[in-house]
Antibody, heavy 121, light 109 residues
Framework: QVTLRESGPALVKPTQTLTLTCTFS??????????VSWIRQPPGKALEWLAR???????YYSTSLKTRLTISKDTSKNQVVLTMTNMDPVDTATYYC?????????????WGQGTLVTVSS | EIVLTQSPGTLSLSPGERATLSCRAS???????LAWYQQKPGQAPRLLIY???SRATGIPDRFSGSGSGTDFTLTISRLEPEDFAVYYC??????????FGQGTKLEIK
């Protein structure tokens, strides 16, 4: 059974760095073809892809946010960490992590429940 | 960057009716890499369709996808009460790797 769960602060101040952790089970990020992504959704708005990390440690970032994002993994802990620097109120959103199986179209087949992050002073 | 435009923004239908949702891409999308998701209030999105027309595990056969190139369609043949939600299309390609449409809200008439 595949599960993912996001954790991190619910409130951050402008200019601070956000660190989110995705803890997953039911698969291993050391298995060929496995990937994990982060996606966010501002309240009432559409989904926006942020970053992806692959089983071989390849990393990909949103073009518009890549200077602010870092994604990493700890395979032994079944965790993926996303950091986003210089947070701004427009970054207020629910942040999701999701699994990708490269062999089935590179889409997001399992999602965490999401964590709401509010950016406010 | 490939932009996905979904229409209509809101679709008002009754249970039992047929729903047709459109997703138009600004450039051609590989058929292997077009997916649809359903999102209900307070929940994470759920994968419905991948590779344009393949249903994800556990998705009822009243959901179907079609299209190619720049025009794609999600069809729900006979709406059930639990189908009223927001639907997103998504493509995978070159930078940026993934883009989503802005969503279509399917509401009860």
């Amino acid at each position: 059974q595949v599960t993912l769960r996001e954790s991190g602060p619910a409130l951050v101040k402008p200019t601070q760095t956000l660190t989110l952790t995705c803890t997953f089970s039911g698969f291993s990020l050391s298995t060929s073809g496995m990937c994990v992504s982060w996606i966010r959704q501002p309240p009432g708005k559409a989904l926006e892809w942020l970053a992806r990390i692959d089983w071989d440690d390849d990393k990909y970032y949103s073009t518009s946010l890549k200077t602010r994002l870092t994604i990493s993994k700890d395979t032994s802990k079944n965790q993926v960490v996303l950091t986003m620097t210089n947070m701004d109120p427009v970054d207020t959103a629910t942040y999701y992590c999701a699994r990708i199986l490269s062999g089935s179209g590179w889409n997001f087949d399992y999602w965490g429940q999401g964590t709401l992050v509010t950016v406010s002073s | 960057e490939i932009v996905l435009t979904q229409s209509p923004g809101t679709l008002s239908l009754s249970p039992g009716e047929r729903a047709t949702l459109s997703c138009r891409a600004s450039q051609s999308v590989s058929s292997s890499y077009l997916a649809w998701y359903q999102q209900k209030p307070g929940q994470a999105p759920r994968l419905l369709i991948y590779g344009v027309s393949s249903r994800a595990t556990g998705i009822p056969d009243r959901f179907s996808g079609s299209g190619s190139g720049t025009d794609f369609t999600l069809t729900i043949s006979r709406l059930e009460p639990e189908d009223f939600a927001v639907y997103y299309c998504q493509q995978y390609g070159t930078s940026p790797r993934y883009t989503f449409g802005q969503g279509t809200k399917l509401e009860i008439k």
